[in-house]
């Protein structure tokens, strides 16, 4: 068995799981439990069946509620800022300061300049918030079937600002959306496809809007985008349009989920 360090980010449905051994990073996702210990257990049983393990990092989460150590071996206990700014730096291989948007289940804003982290805000706005919504409104919580009906679908539920108003506001293009889920004519009419697309519209484009908002006031014009949320490629095109629509450079570096797991093992 080879050795190896580990690095773990425990989110709200998913924990993710960064493995290096000898400089070289593999990836793996496991669904996460409602209680952080047994999280920590299976993660490490995983992980054991084919490695050793040397060390462990954890953040995210309730990840301060861990022991300082397991059967054991140490727990490191890592910042999660600072493994969301480190991650994203080494995923991205960008030198240059940045904004880091973190799309997990909620939403965070931090910024990396001269090696630091700093928390911005964020927003209960998220991966989770999609999958409530999906759930809610058209009985579907998977995310890959929601993915799939939103591509398929229409906004007929939406309100665009040409639907509105007779005349531009501003710069903003005309199919902007100026109340979502406003068209309350059809709201009998919408198919599970319409439900999926319009809910997506709603979060992805507020968190492009303060994704950008809080770049330009920062004054950083390169926005990494990590964390799950950008799997749904609707949610990925809405934030690439509003982003870019802001004058940013937006990039969303391979394995971006796993940013913040890294990120422990840099911190």
């Not at 911005?120 to 706005?125: A, C, K, R, V």
């Not at 293009?173 to 919408?190: F, Q, R, T, Y």
Request: glycine share 10%.
């Amino acid at each position: 068995m080879n050795d190896v360090d580990i690095g773990i980010d425990f989110g709200i449905t998913n924990s993710d799981v960064v493995i290096c051994s000898n400089n070289n990073f593999s990836y793996k996702s496991l669904r996460s439990e409602k209680n952080i210990h047994l999280s920590l257990n299976n993660i490490i049983k995983n992980v054991q069946e084919e490695s050793k393990i040397k060390s462990i990092a954890v953040t995210g989460g309730k990840h301060l509620d861990l022991s300082d150590n397991f059967d054991g071996q140490k727990i490191v206990k890592k910042n999660e800022i600072d493994c969301i700014g480190l991650g994203a730096k080494k995923i991205s291989q960008l030198d240059s300061n940045f904004l880091v948007l973190s799309c997990g289940s909620g939403t965070a804003c931090v910024a990396f300049e001269n090696e630091t982290a700093t928390h911005l805000g964020g927003t209960g706005l998220g991966g989770g918030t999609i999958r409530g919504l999906c759930k809610l409104a058209a009985q579907i919580d998977d995310p890959a079937e929601i993915d799939d009906l939103s591509i398929k679908g229409s906004q007929i539920g939406d309100f665009t600002l040409k639907d509105v108003i007779s005349g531009p506001i501003g710069n903003l293009p005309e199919d902007s959306i100026a109340v979502h889920l406003g068209n309350l004519d059809m709201m009998d009419k919408l198919e599970k496809e319409d439900i999926c697309r319009s809910i997506i519209y709603l979060v992805a484009t507020n968190i492009a809007r303060l994704a950008a908002t809080t770049a330009l006031a920062a004054k950083l014009n390169k926005i990494v985008v990590v964390g799950r949320s950008p799997n749904y490629s609707l949610y990925k095109e809405i934030l690439t349009k509003w982003i870019e629509f802001s004058g940013l450079e937006v990039i969303f570096p391979e394995n971006g989920e796993f940013a913040t797991a890294l990120g422990s093992l840099e911190a």
